[in-house]
């Protein structure tokens, strides 16, 4: 089955640096990768998701890439604000199944 | 916007005891799915139904788990006899589509937690 890591557990940024998280995936049929963010105690709320047929996707200041080849694909939050700090998790799909699989998260905290 | 809403936000039962969680997905929504997570842990992936059935579930949904949608509205969880380790927020989602079809996703609602004691 699909297997996802997350690195780092813990990412700690002055505000205004960017913010760069990765996962690595093992299924190679998966085609799908969001990303999560999750404030304390709340649900997890989507922020950006990428698809197999492209290599990058923006929206303001998230971007995330993926290299299939490679089997990885990374957040980048540029400008970061104290708003920012949260839980961020990756997920997958893995290959002809209709689930999400979660990264084990990391806790962003940007400084003042 | 539309949202998946859940019921009841917290919930604190003694072991042994069934423990009901309500869900009302997205009115549109064809796949519901319950995930968990653990204080501190990340999201796992218990269950994902469609048509009326169980599509998929977790080495974690054992016999002690059921899910039915009683009344074409509610989705719900069962946990027929609660353990100290099933303590957890536990989230309802739902998708217009399968997952693997281009361009949908997943919508969660803002969880119950559950304390076993």
């Known amino acids: 089955g699909e297997n996802v890591e997350q690195h780092p557990s813990t990412l700690s940024v002055q505000e205004g640096d960017s913010a760069v998280i990765k996962c690595t995936y093992s299924?190679?049929?998966?085609?799908?990768f969001p990303w999560y963010k999750q404030e304390l105690g709340k649900r997890p709320q989507l922020i950006i998701d990428?698809?197999?047929?492209?290599g990058e996707k923006k929206d303001q200041r998230i971007a995330v890439t993926l290299n299939k080849t490679a089997k990885h694909f990374s957040l980048h939050i540029t400008e970061t604000q104290p708003e920012d700090s949260a839980v961020y998790f990756c997920?997958?799909?893995?290959?002809?199944?209709?689930?999400?699989?979660f990264g084990a998260g990391t806790r962003l905290a940007v400084h003042p | 916007e539309p949202e998946v809403t859940q019921t009841p936000s917290h919930q604190v039962t003694q072991m042994g005891q069934e423990v009901i969680l309500r869900c009302v997905p997205i009115?549109?929504?064809?796949?519901f799915y319950w995930y968990r997570q653990i204080l501190g842990q990340k999201v796992e992936f218990l269950v994902s139904?469609?048509?009326?059935?169980?599509?998929?579930k977790s080495e974690i949904f054992d016999d002690q788990f059921s899910v039915e949608r009683p009344d074409g509205s509610n989705f719900t969880l069962k946990i027929r006899s609660t353990k100290l380790e099933d303590s957890a927020m536990y989230f309802c989602a739902s998708s217009e589509w399968g997952l693997l079809s281009s361009g949908n996703t997943i919508y969660f609602g803002e969880g119950s937690w559950l304390t076993v004691v």
């Open positions: 990428i698809r197999s047929n492209v």
């Open positions: 009115s549109n929504h064809l796949y």
């Open positions: 299924d190679s049929a998966s085609n799908y």
């Open positions: 997920a997958g799909i893995p290959g002809g199944y209709n689930k999400l699989i």
């Open positions: 139904f469609y048509n009326n059935e169980i599509s998929e």
